[in-house]
Nanobody, 123 residues
Framework: VQLQASGGGLVQPGGSLRLSCVAP????????MGWFRQAPGKEREFVAT????????YYASSVKGRFTISRENAKNTVYLQMNSLKREDTAVYYC?????????????????WGQGIQVTVSS
């Protein structure tokens, strides 16, 4: 499964961005999907996850209430809507696919990873 993320960039504090991650192929609907991020000098951390049917989502406490994960299986796409962005949200963001379909906050549950996309929050 090849994952292609887009939508990153530079945004001011308090602004919004929407990341997209496309996974071409008929099996996308079977995968749980997740977003992770890695800031300079820090380890990769969990951001959000959604199961295959969209009836279960889970967020890191640092983004809960500001970020929303969603998916459109008909378009083989998962989204991360990021609102009220803070400087500490600056990182490279990665989408990932979990073959179990459940999604997880654990990076080791994901077999496939996108290339990473930069999000910079700065004035």
């Amino acid at each position: 499964v090849q994952l292609q993320a887009s939508g990153g960039g530079l945004v001011q504090p308090g602004g919004s961005l929407r990341l997209s991650c496309v996974a071409p192929g008929r099996t996308f609907r079977d995968y749980g999907m997740g977003w992770f991020r890695q800031a300079p000098g820090k380890e990769r951390e969990f951001v959000a996850t959604i199961n295959w049917s969209s009836d279960s989502t889970y967020y890191a406490s640092s983004v809960k209430g500001r970020f929303t994960i969603s998916r459109e299986n008909a378009k083989n796409t998962v989204y991360l809507q990021m609102n009220s962005l803070k400087r500490e949200d600056t990182a490279v963001y990665y989408c990932a696919a979990d073959p179990s379909g459940l999604g997880s906050s654990r990076a080791d549950r994901y077999d496939y990873w996108g290339q990473g996309i930069q999000v910079t929050v700065s004035s």
